[in-house]
């Protein structure tokens, strides 16, 4: 095990892991959208018995800012879908129901969702004090995971320090990933993971669009995994049978879709929808205890919260077009999972509990034996 625990993190791409036939983006990440920016803050402290309040503490939040400059005043064409529901992204019904988002993406653990909602508000209110008064009030995207099996999740670590740190640290480009933020204290398949990104650019005469995925992955057992469609979990699964994992309906992820196509909500929604068949590519059944919920952004059209015109207009891209983003949206969601184990190193949490970063030499020589174009 501690070779396991020396080894160098790389990226899935970086390892030659095949995942589809599209071209990332420049920073294979969310990113890779013009105008979002990803930020983190991160809590890792104290090790041995949970005591309720002190720790050990292995979390964070991560923010996503769809439009950094002024998103409140100039929305952006929100979608969702919800594949199972055992989860929570607060604000969740009013994008569904306007088809718009007007606050930052934030994600972080189950239990700080009302702390992390509630900053969020301050910050906000701060920037644009008519919200209450001359404007409406806002409900603050707020997705959670439950990381109890390695963070002293009932002590609600995370506060307003944190969201004011992951917002005033957004940036574009490269995105941390791994055990960073809201991902701090995610485990996938009984391996360490938490935040994963991963992008496609489609080719020009497909419209040269690009989707960026990001994910906080923390879903299914160790039999289940796959990767790049080989049962690499079932192989993996005797070396690890004497470590420890968690018990429970564990399982759920929170992706978020971003892409500068011009599609409307109902689109958007429909995009949101094949990031499932991602998750499904990787091992997840959306077990009953799971929540798998998935956000999607478009930043080609932004619509204004004040205007004197009576009409509003959009470019929308044709129905018959939206299939190459879909196929985009799929390979980007699996990769950004995969990167997300990956760049995860081995973590002790509370009472010891254990949690290995997936071997990535082991996996790349099962993947390199079986892929034909390896050879």
Excluded at 114 to 131: L, N
Excluded at 163 to 188: C, L, N, Y
Excluded at 226 to 239: C, K, N, Q, S
Excluded at 295 to 304: D, W
Aim: proline letters at 5%; one cysteine or more; a neutral charge.
């Amino acid at each position: 095990m501690g070779e396991v625990a020396r080894e160098p993190r790389r990226r899935a791409r970086n390892l030659g892991i095949p995942l589809g036939r599209y071209r990332p983006g420049r920073w294979n990440a969310i990113t890779d959208v013009g105008g979002v920016k990803v930020g983190h803050s991160t809590l890792i402290r104290g090790s041995g018995r949970l005591v309720v309040g002190q720790g050990p503490v292995r979390t964070g939040v991560t923010v996503i800012l769809p439009d950094a400059e002024n998103l409140f005043e100039e929305r952006v064409v929100g979608g969702a879908f919800i594949l199972n529901g055992a989860g929570e992204v607060s604000g969740i019904t009013q994008v569904m129901e306007w088809g718009l988002i007007e606050t930052p993406i934030l994600l972080t653990n189950t239990l700080s969702v009302g702390a992390v909602t509630d900053a969020t508000v301050k910050w906000m209110v701060e920037r644009f004090p008519g919200i209450g008064d001359t404007h409406d009030v806002i409900l603050p995207l707020v997705g959670e995971c439950d990381d109890s099996w390695l963070n002293d999740v009932a002590g609600r670590h995370v506060g307003e320090l944190q969201v004011r740190e992951a917002i005033a640290s957004a940036s574009s480009g490269p995105v941390a990933e791994g055990s960073v933020g809201g991902g701090t204290g995610m485990i996938t398949c009984d391996f360490k993971s938490g935040i994963g990104t991963s992008s496609r650019k489609l080719r020009e005469a497909e419209g040269g669009f690009t989707v960026g995925v990001l994910v906080m992955s923390n879903f299914g057992q160790m039999h289940q995994l796959r990767i790049a469609g080989l049962p690499v979990g079932e192989a993996l699964r005797e070396r690890y049978a004497q470590t420890p994992t968690r018990h429970g309906s564990y399982g759920s992820l929170i992706a978020v879709v971003a892409t500068d196509a011009p599609l409307t909500s109902h689109q958007l929604s429909r995009l949101a929808k094949r990031g499932a068949l991602a998750v499904g590519r990787v091992g997840s059944t959306a077990r009953h205890g799971s929540g798998e919920i998935f956000l999607a952004f478009s930043t080609a059209n932004k619509v204004p919260r004040q205007t004197r015109k009576m009409v509003y207009r959009m470019r929308v891209l044709l129905d018959a077009r939206i299939d190459p983003l879909y196929e985009a949206t799929i390979e980007a969601t699996e990769e950004a999972i995969v990167n997300s184990l990956f760049m995860a190193e081995d973590m002790e949490g509370v009472n010891g509990n254990f949690s290995p970063a997936l071997p990535l030499g082991e996996v790349r020589e099962m993947v390199a034996r079986w892929q034909p174009w390896e050879r």
